[in-house]
């Protein structure tokens, strides 16, 4: 059922997001743990935080700095990291292309896993109805605020926080949190291991590109299936209707 007005729509969205908080927090707790210890000032962390708006960017780029890496070699990293937000837009650019720039763009900044992960099977079902774009930013907003804060926190206990109680362990909980209930059909299931067998394959590779490789191959692997059950389906119908004739 569609949802009613905007503000409604706006609110269900940061509920749905408030469940994967958990798992977003010591990210951010130690994504600014690391940015102080790599001799950041805490409002050069902050600063750094709301230009990448990205976690794994923002921590490969730190590790970068801190080895004296050129600054053309950093942001080339940056964006290949990043790769994947192109294949989000893209998946996503059906649904919102029609909003006006005063959403698209700040809409574009807000893009993340998790808000792509909660939004992009509703926006495709097509039950979020006109309100749709508003849900999709209170899941966003929220995600935004949740992170900042978090690496606003790790700025300053870093020092603090007992290193047995293991932060980052909780990243990749957080994402396979997101990975299992969008794992609806076959072409998904496969999509799913040939992406993480690539991801333990190439994690190896430089600049984080097993990140990008794994990602364009689970893709691929998708689609094939995808289209090998389509023309499945397809010889069958035609199958039917033949012995029906």
């Not at 289209?227 to 209707?241: I, P």
């Amino acid at each position: 059922m569609p949802y009613r007005s905007g503000a409604y729509a706006f609110m269900q969205g940061a509920r749905a997001l408030l469940p994967l908080t958990p798992g977003v927090i010591p990210f951010g707790l130690v994504t600014g743990v690391m940015a102080i210890e790599m001799g950041l000032s805490p409002g050069m962390a902050m600063g750094m935080t709301i230009l990448f708006y990205s976690g794994s960017a923002q921590m490969v780029a730190l590790q970068l700095l801190h080895n004296g890496v050129l600054p053309v070699a950093i942001v080339v990293t940056a964006l290949i990291i990043n790769l994947r937000f192109i294949m989000y837009s893209a998946s996503l650019a059906p649904h919102l292309h029609h909003l006006p720039r005063r959403w698209t763009w700040p809409l574009s900044y807000l893009l993340s896993d998790q808000s792509y992960a909660l939004c992009t099977l509703k926006l495709s079902s097509g039950e979020l109805g006109p309100f749709a774009h508003y849900f999709y930013a209170g899941t966003a907003v929220t995600m935004w605020l949740v992170w900042q804060v978090s690496v606003l926190a790790g700025v300053y206990l870093g020092a603090s926080i007992p290193q047995d109680w293991s932060l980052s362990f909780a990243i990749p909980l957080s994402f396979l949190a997101l990975l299992i209930p969008g794992l609806q059909s076959r072409a998904s299931w496969c999509a799913a291991a040939v992406g993480g067998t690539l991801a333990v394959l190439a994690i190896k590779l430089p600049y984080n590109l097993g990140l990008v490789t794994a990602s364009l191959g689970g893709v691929l692997a998708g689609l094939v299936v995808e289209r090998l059950q389509a023309s499945s389906n397809s010889a069958s119908v035609e199958g039917a209707e033949g012995e029906a004739q």
